[in-house]
Each structure stands twice: as C-alpha cells, then as structure tokens.
C-alpha cells in the first residue's frame, strides 16, 4: 500500500466521524437556507393535494416562477390563479408524466414558453389500494408508470440543462411505505421502493455535478383524498400529516440542499428496527398498529 492510500485510511474514520458530528450540530442550529428567487420550479401533480401546497410554499419562500403540470385542467387552473395572487408568474401544462413523448413534447414547450426549469419536483402519483389478484393489470402498470417511470422521463427531460447550468434541483416526493410496505397497495409500495432506489441512485451519480442536487422525502400517511378511507388503528397515536406541513418542510429541505427527509423524523426509527427485528415481531407490530388492515377500508379519490 502506497503512503497516499495509508493516509486516507487512517484519515477515514475521522471524517465519518466528522460527518457525523457535523450532522447532529445541524440538528440543533438551523440550516442555512439557499436563496430561492432565480428559481424556476416545476411541480408534477401541481394542481391538488400535495403538490398544490408544493407550489404555494415555493411561491411563498421567493420562487421565481412556479409551472405546474397535471391531467385535471380545473384543478391546475385553480392553483395557478392562487398563486398568480400570491404575486408569483405561474404557468400550468396538462401533461400525463406516464406519456414519454407528451412529456418530452412540454418539456420543449416549458423552455420555450417559460424558460429552463431549475427545480423539478416529481410529486405526481396514484395508488389504487387494492391487492395483486384483484387489482387490474392495467392499473398494476399505470401505477408503475407514473410513479416510477414518469420520473425517468421528467428528469431526463430537464436534468441535462441544469447540469449544463451547474444550476438545479431534483426532487421526489417519495412516501415511508417504499421502505415499509403495506398489504392492499402492492402496486404503490412497489413503484415507491423504485422510485426511492431511483433516486438514491440519482443522488449518489450527482456527486460529481457541482451545483446540482437531490431531495429525497419520504412522508407518513398525509391527510389528502389520495388514501381516503384509510384506517389505522390509534389515529391519535399516528395522526394523519397535514399537507401543507408536508410542503414546507420539502421546501425547507431544498432550500438546506438536504438528500432526505423523513416525515415525520420519529419515521427513523421505523427504519431502524426492519433492519434487525425478527420477522415475526415485525408482523406483531403491524398487527398491533393495524397497518396490517388498514386498506381494508381504502376508498381513495371519489
Ligand atoms: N397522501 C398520502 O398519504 C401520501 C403519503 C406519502 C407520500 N405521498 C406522495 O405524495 C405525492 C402527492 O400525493 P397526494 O397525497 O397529494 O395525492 P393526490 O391528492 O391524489 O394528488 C396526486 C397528484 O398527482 C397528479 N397525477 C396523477 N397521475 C398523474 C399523471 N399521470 N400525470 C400527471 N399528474 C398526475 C394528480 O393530478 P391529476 O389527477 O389532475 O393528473 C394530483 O395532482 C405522491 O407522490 C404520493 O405518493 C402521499
């Protein structure tokens, strides 16, 4: 072993053990946070739910212009006039993000119309709450199309231009059941545990790209029509996010250029113990929890 080698050896452990104290000391002191008013942010799904609190909270911390993409028209219609009077430019494009070419098509259109995207947030999703035999097999591939491959093709269509601009920011709005599935969304936890492999595929190759970064989130059950009907059984004990607490704390995030974010953070844990918990007290858990049935009563968007 040549002596460079040896030194960052010996140097390694140090600096993880620096990561991690820096890590904890920004725990405490709050970040510091990037500037906001050249930003130019996509939101997929912009029109409603959680992407319409996605938009309002980046047109609320400066963004300069706010696109939203989506298949309702009223909806997106609506969002950009609320944030039109919040005094931020804003522009809505139906697109379907499961349609490649629809998706390179108004990409090419945003760049013309608006200008280049600088922060691209893939939020756009369905789930259809059902379980394998039962679910249809084109909704099994809907779901992977849009809340997996959809990304590919957003993020292929205007990562090229930030890293050109050494200028950008790719974001997903992932969800905990990728890392901690559930029964009776078989389809949704699947092309969420994609879309978070994606993406931490995504953050690591970025390394490299001065300027350009990733934020990851992975929220707990968020009250939106998206899984209406869902019960746990101590809603007390696990309430429902409220959206729009979701949505600032995305853009927090950005802004701090943070990788991932877990919502709540007491999600950590959850992480922690599937990785050494015995199978069977993981089954206990999700009996005691009730997540184990709580699709039984899933309605979803009526
Ligand atoms: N709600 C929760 O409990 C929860 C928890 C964790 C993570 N999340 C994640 O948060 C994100 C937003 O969910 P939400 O709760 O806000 O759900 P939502 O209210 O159902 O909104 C989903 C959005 O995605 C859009 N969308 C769906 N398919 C699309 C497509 N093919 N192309 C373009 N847009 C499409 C919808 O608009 P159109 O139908 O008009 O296209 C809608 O604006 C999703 O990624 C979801 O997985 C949600």
């Known amino acids: 072993m040549d002596l460079i080698s040896a030194c960052r050896m010996v140097l390694f452990p140090v600096q993880m053990l620096f990561h991690v104290v820096r890590a904890s ?9 990037k500037d906001l008013s050249r930003e130019v942010v996509l939101v997929t799904g912009g029109g409603r739910g959680i992407g319409r609190h996605l938009a309002k909270e980046f047109s609320k911390q400066g963004a300069k212009k706010i696109i939203l993409w989506g298949r309702t028209e009223k909806c997106l219609k609506e969002t950009s006039e609320e944030i039109s009077l919040m005094g931020t430019e804003c522009y809505y494009f139906i697109c379907d993000v499961a349609n490649r070419e629809e998706v390179y098509r108004q990409a090419k259109v945003v760049r013309e119309k608006v200008g280049d995207v600088t922060i691209l947030v893939n939020n756009a999703a369905v ?3 059902k379980s394998l035999m ?43 059941l990728s890392q901690s599935p559930i029964p009776g969304a078989i389809d949704y936890c699947t092309s969420k545990a994609s ?26 059950h968020t009250n939106t029509e998206m899984f209406q009907g869902m019960r746990v059984r101590f809603p007390q004990l696990f309430p429902p996010l409220k959206p729009e607490v979701v949505a ?3 853009v927090d995030a950005v802004r701090a250029d943070k990788a991932f974010l877990y919502l709540p953070w007491t999600m950590h844990a959850l992480v922690a113990l599937k990785s050494f918990m015995p199978q069977i007290a993981l089954e206990e858990i999700h009996k005691f929890t009730g997540s184990y049935t ?6 979803g968007r009526t």
Not at 25 to 33: E, I, Q, S
Not at 156 to 166: D, I, S, T
Not at 195 to 220: H, I, K, R
């Open 195 to 220: 879309s978070l492999a994606f993406m931490e595929s995504l953050t690591l190759g970025l390394l490299d790209c001065p300027g350009v970064g990733c934020t990851t989130v992975l929220p707990f």
């Open 134 to 176: 039962d679910c249809d097999d084109d909704a099994l591939l809907k779901s992977q199309h849009i809340n997996t491959l959809g990304q590919f093709w957003t993020t292929k269509a205007f990562l090229p231009r930030m890293l050109e601009l050494q200028h950008g920011h790719v974001v997903c709005i992932n969800s905990i």
């Open 248 to 250: 600032q704390k995305t």
């Open 25 to 33: 000391v920004c725990l405490l002191f709050p970040d510091r946070k």
């Open 127 to 129: 789930v259809h709450g």
């Open 294 to 299: 709580c699709m039984n009563t899933f309605k």
